[in-house]
């Protein structure tokens, strides 16, 4: 099994998993864990394993509360998880916001192999996994600011085998010039996808105080060199940072959320929206989106429209979940939407209780299910839904409890 560099990492000792409920049914083996969700209050955290089927698997195997000896610091309240699997099998945990710190577990033994500073304040988003040499390439999402030595904002490629780290520079893919009195654009990239033989970027593109946004953008780099070979440009939408592969390393799906704080150029559900872009690339650097809908024109006729949240499931090359966001100031929940863009159909799936509890969604083509993060703080569970067939509708089955916590979950991923 591959292990992180002890050049790079500071090694910790072993935490011991949460003893499981007595009343609870017997857990499975450790190998069948391949699945991980984070659960969260935005204060505290847990992460927990699942089997492929979104059954719990191992519960809270690390919290905000584990502090082994040798550890930078314990899980924050803003923790994701990486949108591809370590080729190794390792889990990894994205602690962001202030902490911009990558803890490393041994799935099987709960023990925290590594962690790994990326920088304070730093904001890490995403990993993939490369090679040549082997590595792991984070999003940083935080803006570089010049005054300082703080850098972000940018890719940083972390190799296991020296401690020579590498930063790749975004900022000339970000809008110029200046605006007078305001601060320039910053390509804050958030999610990675592996779509049209290309590592995908998702750019936020905002200015730093998150108060204006410019048009989104997406960029493919070529997975070995990390050079940028094409620019998506998604006007008029933005904010578009979330994106997934549809299928077999195909097309692209990309969703906007638009400003949520005022925006001058007026209200954000007219800068949000989905797109989908073709397998093949044009032979220039720019991209176009071959399919681009507003979020006002993906709602169901009874349903009210509203901007995108974060949450993006691309299903097929015809088929993405996306969620409306509710509105807490007027009771409006959250709601799941499956749009099937070639028959031009939106269908509504399900709603949270209120706003802001959807999170993650994952798709398990193989299980044929799908499997829904629900945080709500009275009830928070893994809620699971049938796969969508072309005479069969979406089903909610039985839903899954996660954590003994009782935190909500947040994120899912497929981390072996």
Not at 67 to 89: F, I, Y
Not at 139 to 147: A, G, L
Request: charged share 20%; hydrophobic share 40%.
């Amino acid at each position: 099994m591959k292990q992180p560099s002890p050049a790079i990492f500071a090694f910790a000792a072993t935490i011991a998993a949460c003893d499981s409920d007595p009343a609870r049914e017997p857990l499975p083996p450790r190998d069948q864990c391949v699945l991980a969700v984070v659960a969260s209050d935005f204060s505290s955290t847990a992460v927990s394993l699942l089997t492929s089927d979104g059954s719990l698997c191992a519960p809270d195997i690390i919290t905000s509360g584990s502090r082994p000896p040798g550890l930078l610091t314990a899980l924050s309240g803003d923790v994701v998880l990486p949108s591809e699997p370590d080729p190794a099998g390792l889990l990894h945990v994205l602690d962001r916001y202030p902490n911009g710190v990558v803890t490393t577990v041994d799935p099987t033994t709960s023990e925290v192999l590594a962690q790994l500073a990326v920088g304070t304040l730093s904001d890490p988003h995403d990993i993939a996994f490369i090679d040549g040499p082997p590595s792991i390439l984070l999003t940083r999402m935080e803006y570089t600011d010049p005054s300082t030595t703080t850098q972000g904002s940018d890719l940083l490629r972390v190799p296991f085998a020296t401690s020579d780290t590498t930063r790749v520079d975004l900022t000339a893919y970000a809008d110029r010039p200046r605006i007078p009195g305001q601060p320039d654009y910053d390509p804050m990239p958030d999610r990675f996808a592996r779509a049209t033989n290309r590592l995908w970027v998702g750019l936020t593109h905002l200015t730093s105080d998150f108060k204006r946004a410019a048009p989104g953008r997406a960029l493919a780099l070529d997975p070995t060199t990390l050079a940028v070979t094409h620019t998506l440009d998604l006007a008029p939408l933005q904010n578009c940072g979330t994106i997934a592969a549809s299928a077999a390393d195909a097309g692209l799906w990309v969703v906007c959320s638009g400003l949520f704080r005022a925006n001058p150029s007026g209200p954000q559900i007219a800068f949000s929206g989905l797109a989908w872009l073709a397998p093949a690339l044009p032979a220039g650097s720019a991209a176009s989106p071959t399919w681009l809908r507003r979020a006002a024109d993906l709602h169901p006729e009874d349903v009210e429209a509203r901007p995108l949240g974060f949450t993006l499931a691309a299903l097929d090359d015809e088929h993405a979940i996306v969620v409306a966001l509710g509105d807490l100031a007027t009771d409006l929940p959250d709601r799941l939407l499956l749009v099937s863009r070639r028959a031009g159909t939106v269908v509504s799936i399900a709603e949270s209780r209120a706003a802001y509890e959807f999170g993650a969604v994952l798709p398990r083509p193989n299980e044929r299910l799908i499997l829904v993060a629900d945080g709500n703080p009275y009830d928070p569970r893994v809620r699971r839904f049938t796969w969508p067939t072309a005479t069969d509708p979406i089903e909610e089955l039985d839903p899954v409890d996660i954590s003994p916590s009782g935190l909500p979950p947040r994120h899912l991923a497929v981390f072996r």
